[in-house]
């Protein structure tokens, strides 16, 4: 019995260590990025610390210099620069582990105008942070311009993922709502998401399992199997784009609260970067603005 006994003790330890190593791993994603680094970021009273070199895959951000012997550090941006040296027990202080500088990532990326997020159900850092074109294009008084901009910097999300769609053979829909740039619906092998725009990131806010007659959203003329997040309260009518990247084409077209969809069109659609103007979208908002 003692024998017995002490195999079920190592065979649970056997298979506990590699969970406890998972469980500590932690991730750093820039810009959707994810970065790798030669000394493994860490957590320490509620604050991750990453290497050093890390913080210079900021947009615009560098270390100006280090002074070993005072242990003080200097990061520049072209707007602003902050001094940094080592102070036991604040979360703000950059500290020394191993010969090596590591430094609090939120603090400093948050300070340099970056949107910071945990992901708790992927232990990942999720920084983003744009150059002031792409800031220039969200805010532009061109909707497509300000839409493509939307769709494609960097998304970030605290919510845990969903699995299981249907397979959407190389297409995707795409649905904004009318006249806005700022929100968007993107759906992808059988699965809906909706981003807002905010700061530095698209920010997922609610995903759902399409699927089934139950939990009906008119977003997806059809059920919701499983859902996470705050669910969208949608009004206005969309317009979408229905992409096929196999083909090489986009149908367009708008979507009534009623869930009756109404196509307008068939144009050339490739890639996002080829993203185009709705006419009769854009027409509509004029006689909206002339009444």
């Known amino acids: 019995m003692k024998w017995k006994s002490f195999f079920l003790t190592c065979f649970a330890v056997f298979f506990m260590v590699p969970t406890v190593q998972a469980a500590t791993s932690i991730s750093v994603v820039?810009?959707?990025?994810?970065?790798?680094?030669?000394?493994?970021?860490?957590?320490?009273?509620?604050?991750?610390f990453v290497p050093l070199r890390t913080i210079e895959q900021l947009e615009g951000i560098?270390?100006?210099?280090?002074?070993?012997?005072?242990k003080t550090l200097v990061i520049a941006h072209p707007t602003?620069?902050?001094?940094?040296?080592?102070?036991?027990?604040?979360?703000?202080?950059?500290?020394?582990?191993?010969n090596r500088v590591m430094?609090?990532?939120?603090?400093?990326?948050?300070?340099?105008?970056?949107d910071v997020a945990w992901d708790a159900n992927t232990k990942t850092v999720q920084v983003a942070k744009l150059n002031e074109k792409t800031k220039a294009d969200l805010n532009s008084d061109d909707i497509t311009k300000a839409r493509l901009a939307a769709i494609t910097i960097p998304r970030i999300t605290t919510l845990k993922e969903l699995t299981g769609g249907q397979s959407s053979a190389g297409s995707f829909k795409l649905l904004f709502p009318e006249g806005e740039s700022k929100a968007f619906f993107w759906i992808d092998n059988g699965i809906a998401e909706y981003f807002e725009v905010k700061g530095n990131a698209a920010w997922l806010t609610w995903s759902g399992i399409i699927g089934g007659n139950e939990n009906k959203f008119w977003i997806t003329n059809s059920g919701i199997s499983s859902e996470v997040g705050q669910r969208p309260k949608i009004k206005d009518r969309m317009f979408f784009y229905y992409i096929s990247t196999h083909a090489g084409q986009s149908q367009y077209g708008y979507l009534p609260s009623t869930g009756k969809e109404t196509i307008l069109g068939t144009k050339d659609m490739s890639k996002l970067d080829d993203l185009f103007p709705i006419l009769?979208?854009?027409e509509a908002d004029q006689m909206k603005k002339t009444e």
């Open 30 to 48: 820039v810009n959707d990025r994810p970065l790798e680094t030669d000394v493994a970021p860490f957590i320490k009273n509620g604050t991750t």
């Open 103 to 114: 430094v609090p990532i939120r603090f400093i990326a948050e300070n340099f105008n970056s």
């Open 280 to 282: 009769e979208e854009i």
């Open 62 to 70: 560098s270390i100006k210099s280090w002074n070993n012997k005072t």
């Open 80 to 98: 602003k620069s902050m001094t940094f040296s080592v102070k036991p027990n604040q979360s703000e202080s950059m500290l020394i582990k191993d």
